[in-house]
């Protein structure tokens, strides 16, 4: 009876249909692992969204190995592959869904690798626009890729030996490097003696008992004392031993099963069950100076550069270096002197102006270099000065202004420009 009732359900007109390009069709796409997996769907007179095709295909060895950008981007170029003759008769808006946000901008890119450009240029043809859709709610598609995920690690195919290689295998694990020395006590136990028979802890665990909140420049709120032990709240208190804080930042920041941490990460680390006082700055010391970070780590300082020399032109007042002495008495009610020196021949001019509010404006430096630069030396190519770059950007727009020059900004990807 369930028999009859599922053949009757499986060839009746709902289930039963085909493809009609006269209606708004969709595509939902997804990839995973080693397989790439499409639905087709169309929607009826009522509005509702049936099922018409599915796809589903695995990857090569080589496909294996693409970054998800690239597995995802193939699925679709898969799906319009396959389905070319349906999809390309249609005239309507094709709505492609995608879980990865990325291939929204795809048809936008203006720099594609040759790989994307061979297969963007397969989708000129479609009237297609790929949208986004989360994971959760790409549910059809999303239940093919779950099947693939489902099958057993022992099932025995080219493509699951491939995702499933073991890099580091056990003859190439040192085990003996990962084994704790016998011989040294754990850090718990030497912060802990070192808790118990340190004498400042004993003075700070004597003023904690009299409920005063601070001894010297030691604040002591939220401070307890339990079996003979200082705590700050939950926090097992380091005194002032600096070897054994530090080798207590070695214990967490050097280990050899992991990457060395950052600052924030170390300290997070340890704020769990230590604390001292100028906990930061002692963490900071120690991984600044730690030589594996320097040497493997991307330091983030502007300044770590070599400093690069000033060009040096051919031709004299071209390249100057421009500067103001300030706060100078006043003399025929001048009290600053603007100095523009030339790079290449070293010549100088010293300018007299004055300021009511000792700092001068761009635009009347602007006036200035116009009235003694500019009419003797012609226009500049460079300006070296010690003010900000608001400061140089507001004083060539007003030189040009005064020329009569028309600046003409523009951005990068303009092509009445780059041609």
Do not use: P
Request: proline content about 0%; aromatic content about 12%.
């Amino acid at each position: 009876m369930i028999f009859d009732h599922m053949k009757k359900w499986m060839t009746e007109v709902s289930i039963l249909r085909h493809f009609d390009q006269n209606r708004e069709t969709v595509l939902e796409t997804d990839s995973f692992n080693y397989v790439n997996n499409d639905i087709l769907s169309q929607y009826d007179d009522e509005e509702t969204l049936h099922l018409m095709i599915y796809y589903s295909k695995n990857l090569s060895l080589a496909e294996c190995n693409y970054e998800i950008y690239d597995k995802k981007l193939l699925a679709i170029i898969c799906v319009f592959k396959h389905w070319r003759s349906e999809l390309k008769l249609t005239e309507l808006l094709i709505k492609m869904f995608t879980d990865h946000q990325a291939l929204t901008s795809l048809m936008k890119d203006k720099e594609l690798s040759r790989r994307k450009m061979r297969w963007v240029q397969k989708l000129v043809d479609f009237n297609f626009k790929i949208m986004y859709r989360s994971g959760k709610q790409n549910i059809k598609v999303d239940a093919l890729t779950r099947w693939v995920n489902s099958v057993s690690r022992s099932f025995k195919n080219e493509w699951c030996c491939y995702q499933w290689t073991t890099i580091l295998t056990l003859n190439r694990m040192k085990i003996a490097d990962l084994k704790e020395k016998e011989n040294d006590e754990s850090i718990y136990q030497l912060i802990l003696e070192a808790n118990r028979i340190n004498e400042n802890c004993i003075l700070l665990r004597e003023v904690v008992l009299k409920d005063e909140a601070q001894y010297k420049d030691t604040k002591l709120r939220n401070c307890r004392v339990q079996n003979e032990i200082l705590y700050q709240s939950d926090l097992l208190w380091v005194f002032f031993d600096e070897h054994l804080q530090m080798k207590l930042i070695q214990e967490v920041h050097d280990q050899s099963s992991i990457d060395h941490f950052e600052i924030l990460r170390t300290m997070k680390i340890i704020r769990r069950y230590y604390y001292w006082s100028s906990m930061q700055k002692t963490i900071n010391r120690y991984i600044q100076n730690c030589y594996i970070c320097q040497r493997s780590k991307t330091s983030w300082n502007k300044f770590n550069e070599l400093l690069h020399s000033l060009l040096i032109l051919e031709q004299q007042w071209k390249n100057i270096v421009m500067n103001f002495i300030i706060d100078l008495s006043l003399s025929k009610d001048k009290n600053i002197i603007l100095t523009v020196i030339c790079k290449l021949t070293k010549k100088r001019h010293y300018i007299s102006c004055s300021t009511d509010d000792e700092k001068i404006t761009a635009e009347k430096t602007a006036e200035l270099m116009l009235q003694w630069i500019y009419w003797i030396h012609d226009l500049l190519n460079f300006i070296v000065s010690n003010q900000d770059f608001q400061f140089i950007f507001i004083l060539w727009k007003f030189l040009c202004k005064r020329l009569s020059i028309n600046l003409q900004l523009f951005t990068v990807y303009h092509s009445q420009i780059d041609d």
